[in-house]
């Protein structure tokens, strides 16, 4: 069992940055792969970012390609998401996930989640 708690969410003008932070609790986080998902209202949760245990591998979407980079501290039990050049578009909750069975591919189940953070671009 993991729990994960979002944070660093908030309002950005477009072209701004922030960076979300997915504090896990429980010794197993580091042999997780960990992802950021994302709902934009009236839309389906999309897939991000995701990183292996051990942070060798990332997967990102198209829409976020060269923008956003995902990253991990296993000794904090941290995951990360920088996110770079923001868009109105990029306006979403933001969710926080842990794959205990593979490598984060975007494909995978995800086992746990998050609550959620709050991320507004505004134009």
């Known amino acids: 069992q993991v729990q994960l708690v979002e944070s660093g969410g908030g309002l950005v003008q477009a072209g701004g940055s922030l960076r979300l932070s997915c504090a896990a609790s429980?010794?197993?986080?580091?042999?997780?792969?960990m992802g950021w998902f994302r709902q934009a209202p009236g839309k389906e949760r999309g897939f991000v970012a995701a990183i292996s245990w051990s942070g060798s591998s990332t997967y990102y979407a198209d829409s976020v390609k060269g923008r956003f980079t995902i990253s991990r501290d296993n000794g904090k039990n941290t995951v990360y998401l920088q996110m770079n050049s923001l868009k109105p578009e990029d306006t979403a909750v933001y969710y926080c996930a842990a794959d205990p069975w593979g490598d984060g591919s975007p494909g995978n189940k995800y086992g746990y989640w998050g609550q959620g953070t709050q991320v507004t671009v505004s134009s």
């Open positions: 429980g010794r197993a986080f580091s042999s997780y792969a």
